[in-house]
């Protein structure tokens, strides 16, 4: 295995580049896809390595469920290892999965929740609840639905809801919330991974943005019903998932909708600052999933040979 192990520890640094640049440079779209992607590839494989040394590292501590051909002298001068490092990731390892438990256990608990806070209510796609105080989010689960309350209605002009709704519309059929859950585990498997996930929870929004502006045919008026609303809105007292009920950094999303719209291409000329962020972010994911592959499968053919049939 070698330094082949390590390497996935690390590489999620070089998609920083891109996780900022893409906002810039590619179609919100493309730039949540690219994201949400190497950050679920770099997850899996920094999270594959930590087991990889964790296995290797304690082969030889006694009390080891570990069948006893794996800690012999000639597998050990096969198999770089340190005992330090192997102990370390046991803690590490249980973060990362105490960490996904408790995120994926919420998210579960938040599609309970989102069903009883709308029974009774009409079965139609959008919820209107007799509430004064301004607020409206997307509900995934099933069909989907608009959750909107009586004061934000009251707050927008009848154009200004139909560009509000559009928006929401959009995260329902375009399954967001699944990018933003793989973002959110990738994170807690690997912290350098944060800064894709707040990439990823901008891009979502500039996608839905985006889109409701093709929708309604007007980019400013989006623009001006994103920003009404965020003046108006408060916290959503019903459930409401992680990042549907944030309106995100809401003046940049309407600078963005105020000027021309976002080319379509799915990947930056490769000579611009944009290109080589991401052809940078490419090859640090290859080389991820090449490194844990190459580790894992060097250490499966070692301890094949040292088990006993």
Sequence with gaps: MGVFVFLPLVLPLTAWPIARLAEQHLHPRAATLLLTGAAAVLAVCSTLCLALLMVVGTAQLPGNPLPDGWSDPEVREAVPYDEVLGVAAIPVLNAVAGGCALTLWRHHRMRR????????????????LPDGTPYA??????????????????????????????????????????????????????PFLRPLRTAV?????????????????????????????????????????????????????????????PPARVWPPARTAAGLAAWAAAMGTAASAFSSANAAVALFLVLQAATPL
């Design 113 to 128: 929740r989102l069903r009883r806070a709308l029974d009774g209510l009409p079965g139609s796609q959008v919820a209107v």
């Design 137 to 190: 989010h997307a509900l995934p689960g099933g069909r989907g639905r608009i959750v909107v309350s009586a004061g934000m209605l009251a707050a927008l002009q009848p154009r200004e809801r139909r560009a509000l709704f559009a928006h929401e519309r959009v995260h329902l059929t375009a399954r967001h919330h699944r990018y933003l859950l793989l973002v959110q585990l990738a994170a807690r498997a690997n």
């Design 201 to 261: 929870l901008y891009g979502a929004e500039r996608w839905a943005d985006e889109e409701a502006a093709r929708t309604v045919g007007d980019r400013r008026l989006v623009a001006r019903a994103i920003g009404k609303a965020a003046l108006v809105s408060a916290p959503a007292p019903a459930p409401a998932f992680p990042g549907f009920a944030s309106p995100g950094p809401v003046p940049r999303r309407v600078r963005a909708l105020l000027a021309p719209a």
